[in-house]
């Protein structure tokens, strides 16, 4: 079974200052990770793909996410934030809990609200 | 680029009423997933459809029913409206399946009064 834990429900940093949102998950075999965001009444937008290619992964606007094995981390980062990066954003794990391995059902963390103070 | 689409966006129904959903994927996608959102939650996996057969199946309540037709669109029929199915109803499409990356919609807000 599939689970993920997002490690801080709010994060709030000053823009031009780095971000760091912080993702630990569970999986009985080797997962393809995400990281989705989504803006306030807005559809989830994905930002980022690991699939085992590289363990270091870029994403759109900057972002980009490192995945540890032995920590069984995959924590997403940026060098400096930016008024618009304000949203709620998700860490996904494929497969389902529902299910015990080939599923395609996303499980997703309870979500990281980040905030940018001006 | 082509994205997914979903009608309608806004639904209003009474308790006890039916809804249904669709769920128009990218052309060339081949596979459907349906997720729910209640409010101020994370997306809950509800059911998946692989070249019109049902892929996996996650918190989908016995209320609810959906099919992907031959031109690939999915619906989702949910009847005996209750409350707590008022939520953020999000479809996504993607090629293959298993691990594949998902591309939502942008949801159909659904309020039951």
């Known amino acids: 079974a599939q689970s993920v834990t997002q490690l801080d429900s709010h994060v709030s940093v000053s823009e031009g200052t780095p971000v760091l949102l912080r993702c630990n998950y569970s999986s009985s075999y080797s997962p393809s990770l995400f990281w989705y965001v989504q803006h306030p009444n807005k559809g989830l937008q994905l930002l980022l793909k690991?699939?085992?290619?590289?363990?270091l992964v870029k994403g759109i606007n900057g972002f980009e996410a490192e995945f540890k094995k032995s920590e069984t981390s995959f924590h997403l980062t940026k060098p400096s934030a930016h008024m618009s990066d304000a949203a709620e954003y998700f860490c996904v794990v494929s497969g389902s809990v529902y299910s015990g391995g080939g599923a395609d059902g996303l499980t997703f963390g309870k979500g990281t609200h980040l905030i940018i103070q001006p | 680029a082509a994205g997914v689409i979903q009608s309608p966006r806004h639904l209003i129904k009474e308790k006890r009423e039916t809804a249904t959903l669709k769920c128009y994927p990218i052309?060339?996608?081949?596979?459907v997933y349906w997720y729910q959102q209640g409010p101020g939650q994370d997306p809950q996996f509800l059911i998946s459809?692989?070249?019109?057969?049902?892929?996996d199946k996650g918190s989908i309540p016995d209320r609810f029913s959906a099919q992907q037709f031959s031109d690939y669109h999915s619906e989702l029929n949910m009847s005996s409206l209750e409350l707590g199915d008022s939520a953020l109803y999000f479809c996504?499409?993607?090629?293959?399946?298993?691990?594949?990356?998902?591309?939502f919609g942008p949801g159909t807000r659904l309020l039951v009064l």
């Open positions: 052309p060339r996608h081949d596979t």
């Open positions: 459809f692989y070249e019109k057969m049902q892929s």
């Open positions: 690991y699939t085992s290619a590289a363990t």
């Open positions: 996504a499409s993607g090629v293959g399946g298993y691990q594949e990356t998902q591309y």
